[in-house]
């Protein structure tokens, strides 16, 4: 079973100095699986993008890794990659994909999953359910301090959104492997 935010019940204590946040989403496609890192400050600014090259996992792969195939690509392959790459440390890491939830196997800050409440039924009215990897439960009240310190009217589903539209952008443009500084 997979924690969620609801069950946290001890606040985190808030750490000092600025918050960044660190946006990870995974796309797959026909050409294979592809990365977005995005990393901001408390008002959604971007500060740091990066994009991972397109990983095609082969038939023998496939057959090898079964269930586990996209969790390894998705968490170990492109999440970790894309979080080491990057300069600016983050204090959350939010994704909008389970099998991105592996990368925290790999890291050592919260990893949250965010999906909508369409997407999740949700009993305590709030408009997202988040969960965490299963072995990190703690990630949930660690994560709970942070968000609290966000504005108001960031919307956490929004920056994958920006995402998803600058992986098209870089697409147009041929770019694979880029990063850039806001």
Not at 43 to 55: H, Q, T
Not at 163 to 169: L, V
Request: with cysteine.
């Amino acid at each position: 079973m997979i924690p969620t935010l609801a069950a946290a019940t001890a606040p985190a204590e808030r750490p000092a100095g600025p918050l960044h946040l660190g946006f990870l989403t995974v796309l797959r496609e026909a050409g294979g699986y592809l990365g977005g890192y995005l990393v901001t400050n408390v008002w959604g600014r971007p500060i740091e993008f990066r994009l991972s090259s397109a990983v095609q996992p082969n038939r023998v792969q496939q057959i090898l890794y079964a269930a586990t195939l996209e969790p390894y690509v998705c968490g170990d392959l492109i999440g970790k990659t894309l979080v080491e790459k990057t300069n600016t440390p983050v204090d959350l890491l939010v994704t909008d994909r389970e099998p991105v939830l592996d990368v925290r196997l790999r890291v050592a800050v919260p990893v949250l999953l965010h999906k909508p409440a369409e997407a999740v039924r949700t009993t305590d009215g709030c408009p997202y359910a988040w969960c965490c990897h299963p072995r990190y439960p703690q990630d949930l009240a660690a994560a709970r301090g942070l968000l609290e310190r966000l504005d108001a009217s960031f919307d956490l589903a929004e920056p994958f959104a920006r995402i998803r539209e600058a992986i098209g952008e870089a697409r147009k443009l041929g770019v694979a492997n880029t990063r850039a500084a806001a």
